[in-house]
């Protein structure tokens, strides 16, 4: 069965790095999606992603975070100087249209910051 | 905008017991409802969605839900519960033309099933 593949599942940060969360969607999906989940708290959206150009986001989503596809299968997630409050789960999915279907969520990565 | 409230943070049930695991949403505009469950250090999987049609839906696991667009609920229930059934179940909504397709989930409810 196909499935949202993210790598890597738990990563481990100094405050103030650069890190980038990477995403594998399914293959015949064409929009894609970032949530995080903070420990304890909502799962909560953060961008969506269409034909290159970000669809939709969230208050959360500032000028620290960026996606990109950077070829036909990858799908990532930039965060340009993590602070301890970014330390969350942060889960891709993608769908295969945008209305009228289910998104399918990856593992996840778990990032903290330290 | 929707909101979605999950009234019970945690639910402990014994095996073999029914369970309802309650979602309520607000919202002004059409939408899609789906519940998701969480198994420890996993990611989300979907249990079952109501797009449109019938509001009795089924899902994974022996798992139904009941849309009730007059009381906005969209409860999740199981006739009987087993051992593996113990995880997070998130409830989700989402614009029925959201042109993002943006998910909003409740505070999830942590099923605690019992021997």
């Known amino acids: 069965e196909p499935e949202v593949t993210q790598t890597p599942s738990h990563q481990v940060t100094q405050m103030g790095q650069e890190v980038i969360l990477r995403c594998v969607p399914i293959?015949?999906?064409?929009?894609f999606y970032w949530y995080r989940q903070i420990l304890g708290q909502k799962v909560e959206f953060l961008v969506s992603f269409y034909n290159n150009e970000i669809s939709e986001k969230s208050e959360i989503f500032d000028d620290q975070f960026s996606v990109e596809r950077p070829d036909g299968s990858n799908f990532t997630l930039k965060i340009r100087s993590t602070k301890l409050e970014d330390s969350a789960m942060y889960f891709c999915?993608?769908?295969?249209?945008?209305?009228?279907?289910?998104?399918?969520f990856g593992q996840g990565t778990r990032l903290t910051v330290v | 905008a929707q909101s979605v409230t999950q009234l019970d943070s945690q639910v402990p049930v014994f095996e073999e017991a029914p369970v309802e695991l309650r979602c309520n949403y607000s919202s002004s505009v059409s939408v899609y409802l789906f519940w998701y469950v969480q198994y420890p250090n996993q990611g989300l999987q979907l249990l079952l969605k109501?797009?449109?049609?019938?509001?009795l839906v089924k899902g994974i696991n022996g798992f139904e839900a009941e849309f009730n667009k007059s009381q906005t609920s969209f409860h999740l229930r199981k006739p009987s519960v087993h051992i593996s059934d113990t995880a997070e179940y998130f409830c989700?909504?989402?614009?029925?033309?959201?042109?993002?397709?943006?998910?909003?989930f409740g505070g999830g409810t942590r099923l605690m099933v019992k021997p």
């Open positions: 109501y797009l449109s049609g019938s509001t």
């Open positions: 293959s015949n999906h064409l929009y």
């Open positions: 989700a909504v989402t614009s029925a033309n959201n042109v993002g397709n943006m998910l909003t």
């Open positions: 999915a993608s769908s295969v249209r945008q209305v009228n279907t289910e998104a399918f």
